[in-house]
């Protein structure tokens, strides 16, 4: 059965960092490209960062270029994304999938950044 569990968010004060974490089942994780995405309150979800099925490369939305890395670990099926230097406009529920958005999506997990 097609399964993606995302955990690891929280709320952060600005400037800090989370990393989120993001377990695919009945997908074929190793063959995937992935992506994160996000959304925010009142917003159209949105891919914010996608990585190749063997993460030899990765592309970036600019708003979390130079601050965001994606990375997966095929072995166990797990995809990531290490935020650093969150701001408040990071805040939104974030969901991985395939970089085509191919499968149901998850529960999410919600990033809050405030102080």
């Known amino acids: 059965q097609e399964q993606l569990v995302e955990s690891g968010g929280g709320l952060v004060q600005p400037g800090g960092s989370l990393r989120l974490s993001c377990v695919a089942s009945g997908i074929m994780f190793q063959i995937r490209a992935m992506g994160w995405f996000r959304q925010a309150p009142g917003k159209q979800r949105e891919l914010v960062a996608a990585?190749?099925?063997?993460?030899?490369?990765?592309?970036?939305?600019?708003?979390?270029?130079?601050?965001?890395?994606i990375s997966r670990d095929n072995a166990k099926n797990t995809l990531y994304l290490q935020m650093s230097s969150l701001k408040p406009e990071d805040t939104a529920v974030y969901y991985c999938n395939t970089h085509s958005a191919s499968f149901t999506w998850g529960q999410g997990t919600q990033v809050t950044v405030s102080s």
């Open 51 to 69: 990585i190749t099925s063997g993460g030899s490369n990765t592309n970036y939305a600019d708003s979390v270029r130079g601050r965001f890395t």
